[in-house]
């Protein structure tokens, strides 16, 4: 098992001055070559979790911890030490490809941006790899397609080419903030399998947020399910899928319709998850659990690992094993 | 880039088959009177400043088209000789604002915070007086002249252009791709520069339209009251004002410079609005 590419740790990120909790002491860890699924329902901080990584929040939101990018604490670099980190060695591609590209630039220039600001190819060279790159993603006919502008590419392609712009400056991790949740399924699977490969090609890190455990179980590697800003558990998509320790994970699981076995009712989680202003004491999924106990309501469970690539934050946890997997 | 041009044949021609109505008619105008204000001389039948005293105050007539002023000044030769110093009016007078106005904007748009707050103050302390009485107090600390009108028109314009500026550079700056192009670790200046603000030009490019038609309109205020073009120069306000006292009896000596006035205004209205409608597709 190699060193950790990235190691985040006791990531905490608050708006209002503290009142709101958005991501509340995280801590994961991305491996060269690995992707990480970030799960969870909308506002369990995922997005957050991602945009603090890259010191994308607003200034009004106050970041605590350390994300370690090479021996490096990206949230106490220099302006100009990000810069090169952002886009040259960290990537990010986001969830609307529609808003995410420039509109009023050809695909060209913006592909050549980030090949300016991240290498000393010249005029030439950039055309020349803006081609590759467009190759890379998929796109057929690059040299026509460069000059078109993002109104003229469909939703898939248009995500291909924010792909191609995010891999310009050969990065060494990818973040994707739900990259295939704009598009339809099948141009989904197309993104999903390009990403993988890519991954494959280029040995890089993905981090991969997503609500669609569907996306998680044919693309991760490993997963932490995050709930009210926390994680909640962590393990190999294998080892998560087969036996969920956190009762919030085995509801998400439940709740997926699976093909292939008995037919059954769909599991659903009561409740909606808390807003950031009313998260309840002790553990914060307690009054949606169906396990819930004392202790449960009193205090906040502390994530513990049960092997290196395994941790759960539940008081219950024994008899969620008893329960087995919803997946049966 | 360029071999990348000349592979493909652009889609975008069909788009320019079809310009607004306005702008022809706009662009039409304006294209007419920037030939007349460069070569005046060309159109005129009569020296602008020969006075002829066999011929005061004539009405139109077919030697004189406009008629004549109480100089014996033919008034077409003069409202035509007018469109040099009121075009170069229409331009100077905004195109210092609009390219400050436009760069403070962005900046202090992207920003935010402390700059924001003060510039706020700023726009705040300049709408609150009436722009007209600005630009004459201006101007009357400056001295009289078309360059001292520049620049009152100048240090009181760009706070308009800043604002739109600004105002739409806080929505971009917001959205995904300033996002995006901050996570590829971009400098802020070329987020600014390159990324946002071609996105958020337009309104001000619409604005500098409007602007232009007001600041003929200014300069022939301030050539009216003695601020801006000194006589005998000819100049539509400068015209007006000569003609005030025989408003009753010699009528073309005002109303013609007033017509050229409106029609100019017409051309840059009509190009700003049909400007506006071509880059409103365009998105």
Known sequence: MTAAALEVSNLTASFGGGRLTAVNDISFTVRPGEVLGLVGESGSGKSVTLRSIMRLLPASCSVSGRVNWQGQDILTMTDKQLRAVRGGQISMIFQEPTTALNPVLPVFTQIEE????????????????ARDLMDLVGIPDAARRLREYPHQFSGGMRQRVMIAIALAGNPKLLLADEPTTALDVTIQDQILKLILDLRDELSMGVVLVTHDLGVVAATCDRMAVMYAGRIVETGTVAEVFAQPNHAYTRGLLGSVPHAGTERSMLLSIEGTPPALNRIPPGCAFNPRCDFATDPCRAQVPALQDLSPNRSVACFNRDALVAAGSPLG | MTEIASQSPSPERSRRDRLPRPLILGGAILIASVIV???????????????????????????????????????????????????????????????FGTIIGALVGYAGGIAETLFGRIVDAVITFPFLVLVIAIVSVLGPGLVNMYIAVGVVGWVFYARIIAAEVKVQKRLDYADAGRAM????????????????????????????????????????????????????GVQIADGKNFMATAWWISVFPGLAIVLTGLGFSLTGDGLAEVLRTKR
Request: proline share 8%.
């Open chain 1, 114 to 129: 980030n090949l300016k600001a991240h290498t000393d190819l010249d005029r030439a060279g950039r055309a020349a790899r």
């Open chain 2, 37 to 99: 204000s460069i070569f005046p001389a060309v159109f005129a039948p009569y020296d602008p400043n020969t006075f002829d005293y066999n011929a005061l105050l004539q009405g139109p007539s077919r030697a004189h088209p406009m008629g004549t002023d109480n100089f014996g000044r033919d008034v077409l030769s003069r409202v035509i000789h007018a469109y040099t110093i009121d075009m170069q009016i229409a331009i100077f007078a905004t195109v210092f604002p609009f390219f």
């Open chain 2, 185 to 236: 670790g971009y400098t802020h200046l070329r987020i600014i520069f390159v990324h946002l603000l071609p996105n958020a030009i337009t309104p001000a490019v619409v604005y500098w339209m409007t602007d232009m038609a007001l600041a003929i309109l200014l300069g022939s205020s301030l050539g009216y009251l003695g601020l801006g073009a000194q006589p005998p120069a000819a100049e539509w």
